[in-house]
């Protein structure tokens, strides 16, 4: 009973919050952002890039951490909606359970725009992504030329049933189709784990000794298996991660990883605040926006170290 | 449960019955052993060891507190912590790296007296008090290290190497740790408490064991045991992380449950803990070895778990 006094309450408050806010306007534009997770360097730098535009623009940013709980992040877009915010940007834990909280923000009107991960069975105002599939591709590709077009391949997969790993595994099985002479014998999970992909690796070097390349679906993966290669990462085993981690550009850098697949999480904050702001004022947004993604080697390694 | 039950039969027969976790790893060796060829080697046998350090060193710790009928959740987060204030310490802030070591620590020890006061004086159940500890040091891990790795002082990653070709570093702490742990265990009055208030909290009270004070020494090692992890583990990476060993404490229960000691206090040993453990880390390295999909390996590591723990009971029905 209590419970639901107070309930009636936020929402007796959140609807005079709104409605004084879209008649007196002025004042900065109130954002809301949900982080899937902020327990991994790549949702930092999006969380950093996204800081950073709200302060060039005068808007007022709110970041929450949904500690990659799906039900926790419905919790937090349920608040912004009652804390008046002019547009929510959620980055969802998962695809399909983030539907529940885009219904909560269309309910009371408020525009969503999803970053890094799309929604499924709920309209957003845009999905701002970088393009998984192409970039699985890119890595077959990068990936082969540096075996010289032959060879066994193991691949590490992400978290089991993720939309990343799903994309990065699709577009890399298609990508590496192309490539007869070049053989994937073990498809394993590490969890996008740095510690799995070492021990992972290590156990895969025993079952398949003669792999000469590695797929990592994630750089922090990539990492824990040049760990277990040892001396022979960059030199008879190439390996290629994704994502262009700081860490993982050093790596690049010192020739240890052949390549990463390197998303733009910054920008893919940026891009999204910029969309969210755009939204909060009544502008009618393109479904996607698709932040490149782009290879990066030793040859052009330097462009990305900032 | 005594041993005179068995006198008749033979002693390796008493020793695998005595050992239900033990008899399970044998049975699961054997079949790993079948199926692949790449399982039985002395390079793949420490590999096993090497991923079992973590999960042991950590499990060893939680053996105590689940002696006492205790739990500790934050074994986990407390491990990422102390190795992130250690790297930390030694880049960022310059402390040379023995300081900065002792600073890691000293960090694990003081989590675990905070637990132990939360649970002894504040009358908090240990699940809580664990479960707020999980998150509290999980988030300063986070705090300090800006969520981004850090690497170790090349000093301390040596503790991830390999001494010659042959003798992983992470094996001869399991190993030190684990001895350590069962010396506490049978032969000091801290060991035999920790029996006595899992046994009956308040029959260790009226014999004269001050209860509290136990518990803050239980804690404190658990929270020492995980620092100790945490170190070795981002050693063997030479990178603190502040996600690390994210649900390694399940694992650590996990490990000391199927070494047959019990939930609700009184049982357990240092010897089943570290079965336990290799039992975890063969199964892994067994998967890996077959190649198991990444959708099947959970079910069959949660398949394995519960019939490891079922085959002790089942042992202990039938014996006693």
Same mark, same amino acid.
């Given at each position: 009973?209590?419970r639901?006094?107070?309930?009636?309450?936020?929402?007796?408050?959140?609807?005079?919050?709104?409605d004084? =806010?879209?008649?007196?306007g002025?004042?900065p534009?109130?954002?809301g952002m949900?982080?899937?997770?902020?327990?991994n360097?790549?949702?930092?730098?999006?969380?950093?890039?996204?800081?950073?535009e709200?302060r060039?623009?005068?808007?007022q940013?709110t970041?929450?951490?949904?500690?990659?709980d799906?039900?926790?992040?419905?919790?937090q877009?349920?608040?912004?909606?009652s804390q008046?915010?002019?547009a929510i940007i959620?980055n969802?834990v998962?695809?399909?359970?983030?539907?529940?909280?885009?219904?909560?923000? =269309?309910?009371?009107?408020?525009p969503?725009i999803?970053?890094?991960?799309?929604?499924?069975g709920?309209?957003?105002?845009?999905?701002?992504?970088?393009d998984?599939v192409?970039?699985?591709?890119?890595?077959?590709?990068?990936?082969?030329e540096?075996?010289?077009?032959?060879?066994?391949?193991?691949?590490l997969e992400?978290?089991?049933?993720?939309?990343?790993?799903?994309?990065?595994g699709?577009?890399?099985?298609?990508g590496?189709?192309?490539?007869p002479g070049?053989?994937?014998?073990?498809?394993?999970?590490?969890?996008?784990?740095r510690?799995?992909g070492l021990d992972?690796m290590?156990n895969?070097l025993?079952s +398949?000794?003669?792999?000469?390349?590695?797929?990592? +679906?994630?750089d922090e993966m990539?990492?824990?298996?040049?760990?277990a290669?040892?001396a022979?990462?960059?030199?008879e085993?190439?390996?290629v991660g994704?994502?262009?981690?700081?860490?993982?550009?050093?790596?690049? +850098?010192?020739g240890?990883?052949a390549?990463?697949?390197?998303?733009?999480p910054r920008l893919?904050?940026?891009?999204?605040? +910029?969309?969210?702001i755009?939204a909060a004022?009544?502008?009618?947004?393109?479904k996607t926006v698709a932040?490149?993604?782009?290879?990066?080697t030793?040859?052009n390694?330097?462009e990305?170290?900032? | 449960?005594?041993?005179?039950?068995?006198?008749r039969?033979?002693?390796?027969?008493?020793?695998? %019955?005595?050992n239900g976790?033990l008899?399970?790893?044998?049975?699961?060796?054997?079949?790993?052993?079948?199926?692949?060829?790449?399982?039985?080697t #002395?390079?793949n046998?420490?590999?096993v060891g090497?991923?079992a350090? !973590?999960?042991a060193? *950590? /499990?060893f710790?939680?053996?105590f507190v @689940?002696?006492?009928?205790g739990i500790?959740?934050?074994v986990?987060s #407390?491990?990422?912590?102390?190795a992130?204030?250690?790297?930390?310490?030694?880049t960022?802030?310059?402390?040379?790296?023995?300081?900065?070591?002792?600073l890691g620590l /000293?960090v694990?020890?003081a989590a675990g007296l905070?637990?132990a006061?939360?649970i002894?004086?504040?009358?908090?159940?240990p699940f809580?008090?664990?479960l %707020?500890?999980l998150g509290i040091?999980?988030g300063?891990?986070?705090?300090?290290?800006?969520?981004?790795?850090?690497?170790m002082?090349?000093?301390?990653a040596?503790?991830?190497d390999?001494?010659?070709?042959?003798l992983?570093v992470?094996?001869? #702490?399991m190993?030190v740790v684990?001895?350590?742990?069962?010396v506490?265990l049978?032969?000091t009055?801290v060991?035999r408490?920790?029996y006595?208030?899992?046994g009956n909290?308040?029959a260790?009270?009226?014999?004269?064991i001050?209860?509290d004070?136990q518990? *803050? @020494?239980?804690y404190?090692?658990s929270g020492?045991?995980?620092?100790v /992890?945490g170190?070795v583990?981002a050693s063997?990476?030479a990178?603190?992380?502040p996600?690390a %060993?994210a649900?390694?404490?399940?694992?650590?229960?996990?490990a000391? !449950?199927?070494g047959?000691a019990s939930?609700s206090?009184?049982?357990g040993?240092?010897?089943?803990?570290?079965?336990? %453990?290799?039992?975890l880390?063969v199964?892994?390295?067994?998967?890996n070895?077959?190649s198991?999909s990444?959708?099947?390996q959970q !079910?069959?590591i949660? !398949?394995v778990?519960?019939? /490891?723990v079922?085959?002790?009971t089942?042992?202990r029905?039938?014996?006693i």
């Amino acid at each position: 009973m209590k419970r639901t006094v107070g309930l009636v309450a936020v929402l007796v408050l959140a609807l005079t919050a709104c409605d004084t =806010d879209t008649s007196g306007g002025g004042g900065p534009v109130k954002l809301g952002m949900s982080v899937s997770t902020l327990n991994n360097p790549y949702f930092v730098q999006l969380r950093q890039g996204a800081e950073e535009e709200a302060r060039t623009r005068g808007a007022q940013l709110t970041v929450t951490d949904a500690q990659n709980d799906a039900s926790q992040q419905v919790n937090q877009v349920q608040n912004f909606t009652s804390q008046s915010m002019k547009a929510i940007i959620l980055n969802p834990v998962d695809s399909d359970a983030a539907a529940p909280a885009v219904k909560a923000a =269309d309910r009371v009107k408020i525009p969503v725009i999803a970053v890094d991960r799309g929604v499924n069975g709920a309209e957003v105002a845009q999905t701002v992504a970088s393009d998984n599939v192409a970039g699985g591709r890119l890595a077959a590709q990068e990936l082969a030329e540096q075996m010289g077009e032959k060879g066994e391949v193991a691949v590490l997969e992400g978290v089991p049933g993720t939309s990343a790993a799903r994309e990065r595994g699709q577009g890399f099985t298609e990508g590496i189709k192309a490539f007869p002479g070049i053989r994937v014998v073990a498809q394993q999970p590490a969890d996008f784990d740095r510690t799995k992909g070492l021990d992972v690796m290590t156990n895969l070097l025993q079952s +398949q000794p003669g792999i000469t390349g590695v797929f990592a +679906q994630n750089d922090e993966m990539a990492l824990g298996a040049i760990k277990a290669l040892g001396a022979k990462a960059g030199q008879e085993v190439k390996v290629v991660g994704f994502d262009g981690t700081p860490d993982a550009l050093k790596a690049v +850098q010192a020739g240890t990883m052949a390549a990463t697949i390197a998303q733009q999480p910054r920008l893919l904050g940026k891009q999204a605040v +910029q969309a969210a702001i755009k939204a909060a004022g009544g502008e009618t947004l393109g479904k996607t926006v698709a932040v490149p993604v782009k290879v990066v080697t030793k040859e052009n390694v330097a462009e990305f170290v900032s | 449960m005594s041993a005179e039950t068995f006198t008749r039969r033979s002693p390796a027969v008493v020793w695998l %019955a005595e050992n239900g976790a033990l008899a399970a790893l044998v049975v699961l060796a054997v079949a790993l052993s079948l199926l692949s060829s790449d399982f039985l080697t #002395v390079t793949n046998l420490l590999n096993v060891g090497v991923q079992a350090a !973590v999960t042991a060193i *950590l /499990a060893f710790g939680v053996t105590f507190v @689940i002696i006492t009928g205790g739990i500790d959740l934050s074994v986990g987060s #407390v491990a990422a912590l102390s190795a992130i204030v250690l790297a930390w310490s030694a880049t960022d802030a310059g402390l040379p790296w023995p300081l900065a070591t002792l600073l890691g620590l /000293a960090v694990g020890l003081a989590a675990g007296l905070v637990n132990a006061t939360l649970i002894a004086y504040g009358k908090l159940p240990p699940f809580i008090a664990t479960l %707020a500890m999980l998150g509290i040091a999980r988030g300063l891990a986070l705090v300090i290290s800006q969520g981004s790795p850090i690497a170790m002082p090349e000093a301390v990653a040596h503790l991830g190497d390999t001494i010659g070709s042959y003798l992983p570093v992470p094996v001869i #702490v399991m190993v030190v740790v684990g001895l350590i742990t069962s010396v506490i265990l049978n032969r000091t009055y801290v060991g035999r408490a920790m029996y006595a208030i899992g046994g009956n909290e308040e029959a260790a009270r009226l014999s004269g064991i001050r209860v509290d004070r136990q518990k *803050l @020494i239980t804690y404190a090692l658990s929270g020492l045991f995980a620092a100790v /992890a945490g170190i070795v583990l981002a050693s063997r990476l030479a990178s603190a992380q502040p996600q690390a %060993a994210a649900g390694y404490e399940l694992d650590a229960i996990a490990a000391v !449950v199927i070494g047959g000691a019990s939930l609700s206090g009184g049982k357990g040993r240092a010897f089943g803990t570290f079965v336990g %453990a290799l039992i975890l880390a063969v199964l892994r390295n067994g998967l890996n070895l077959l190649s198991v999909s990444a959708f099947w390996q959970q !079910v069959v590591i949660g !398949v394995v778990i519960a019939l /490891a723990v079922l085959l002790d009971t089942l042992r202990r029905r039938t014996t006693i």
